[in-house]
């Protein structure tokens, strides 16, 4: 054996397990298929500006150990995640706040919203049958129609009406005037982008890019004594149960020759007849100065086998086809799997880091 660890996938699973497994004095080799590091995290300068290729990516975390772990590789600037919703030409704040009830209602005082939410929250008693009985339960029906209704049924093609209510648990509700999407007492964006800091991660380690490990498992397989997988878990078994199931997204980019489109990173389309969900504009998220900006529109899209896997769609014949998947992850001697493809699971980045660096000290002690 040439390596301790082969690695398949260099996004921020397998470069958190590289790096810990490296510090511990393990040898690692990581192949990546695509011609990039930073898997989903990843971002390319186009006009002088960082685009998130796979949607936007907020940094965000509670977790000291990860805060502490990632500043080691990279300086986080101020951004804060303050999302403005478009309902036809209209402006509203978002996450839900004294700022959204006075733009809905005129309401001034949190006594009077608070009000204002009760009495709307009243038109359903009891069990919610379906999203669009939970939504108003929770937040009223002016708050849902206007900023749930249309944008989640273009984000999940379906009406409110036959969408499960569990899919909303819970609609955070604030009565301060503030637009911090966040909870976390931790958020930024990496100064030198996503990427730079993957690569302070990876330090030394050899990394191939543009190299499958389907193309030759057994040769890869042979060059390491364990394998950490971070791929989807149903093609390390070859579908032999069938496919598990993801909800994309397609994006549209544009540079445009002004210096600011929407004033703003994230803007949500809250209505039916603009058929993406958002717009991005990228050199918000670092502050930017340049004379151009980029913008992407964000299609939400119907997964085909192929297609690039983003949300697991985590319903009970999902789960269920996981689990007899993991039922055969659990006996591999060789190979352990982690990261959201290999777990299908939607995990935030500061999550992803936790997750591996709990592998590392189980696996290098
Ligand atoms: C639209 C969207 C927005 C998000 N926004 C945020 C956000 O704002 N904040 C946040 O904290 N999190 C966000 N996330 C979550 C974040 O993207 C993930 O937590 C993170 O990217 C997961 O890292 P990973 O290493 O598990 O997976 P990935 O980044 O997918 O890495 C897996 C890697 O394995 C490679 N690979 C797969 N199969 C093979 C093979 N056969 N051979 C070789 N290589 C292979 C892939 O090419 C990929 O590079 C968002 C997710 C989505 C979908």
Not at 240 to 268: C, H, K, M, W
Not at 353 to 360: N, T, V
């Amino acid at each position: 054996m040439i390596y301790d660890y082969l690695i398949v996938g260099c996004g921020l699973f397998g470069a958190t397990f590289a790096h810990q497994a490296t510090a511990a004095g393990k040898t690692c080799l990581i192949i990546e298929k695509s011609h990039h590091i930073a898997g989903h995290i990843h971002s390319a300068k186009v006009a002088d500006i960082d685009v998130h290729v796979f949607g936007a990516h907020i940094f965000h975390t509670g977790n000291e150990r990860v805060w502490a772990y990632v500043n080691q590789f990279a300086t986080f600037n101020r951004f804060t995640n303050a999302p403005i919703a478009n309902y036809k030409g209209k402006i509203y704040n978002l996450p839900f706040n004294m700022n959204t009830f006075y733009q809905m209602w005129g309401v001034t005082t949190p006594a009077e919203a608070l009000a204002k939410l009760e009495e709307q929250r009243a038109e359903v008693q009891g069990e919610p049958a379906n999203l669009e009985e939970q939504a108003i339960k929770l937040v009223g029906r002016d708050i849902y129609e206007t900023l749930i209704k249309d944008y989640t049924e273009k984000q999940w093609g379906r009406p409110c009406k036959d969408l499960p209510a569990f899919i909303i648990r819970r609609l955070p509700v604030r009565l301060i005037f503030d637009n911090n999407y966040f909870n976390d007492p931790h958020q930024g964006i990496p100064v030198d982008g996503y990427d730079a800091m993957v690569q302070a991660m990876l330090g030394d380690t050899e990394v191939r890019l543009d190299t499958d490990y389907f193309s030759d498992q057994a040769y890869y397989d042979s060059l390491a004594d364990k394998v950490l997988y971070t791929g989807p878990i149903d093609q390390f078994y070859n579908y032999r149960f069938g496919y598990l199931e993801y909800r994309s997204l397609r994006f549209e980019t544009e540079t445009l020759d002004q210096p600011n489109y929407q004033g703003n990173a994230v803007i949500n389309y809250t209505d039916a007849d603009t058929p993406y969900t958002r717009i991005i504009e990228h050199k918000h998220f670092n502050f930017g100065k340049q004379a151009k900006t980029v913008i992407t529109r964000e299609y939400p899209a119907e997964w085909q086998p192929g297609d690039e896997p983003y949300y697991p769609v985590n319903n009970a014949a999902n789960q269920a086809l996981f689990e007899r998947y993991k039922q055969l992850a659990i006996l591999e001697e060789k190979v352990f799997f982690g990261g959201r493809l290999a777990e299908y699971k939607y995990y935030n980045m500061d999550q992803v880091i936790d997750s591996a660096l709990h592998l590392g000290d189980q696996i290098n002690g």
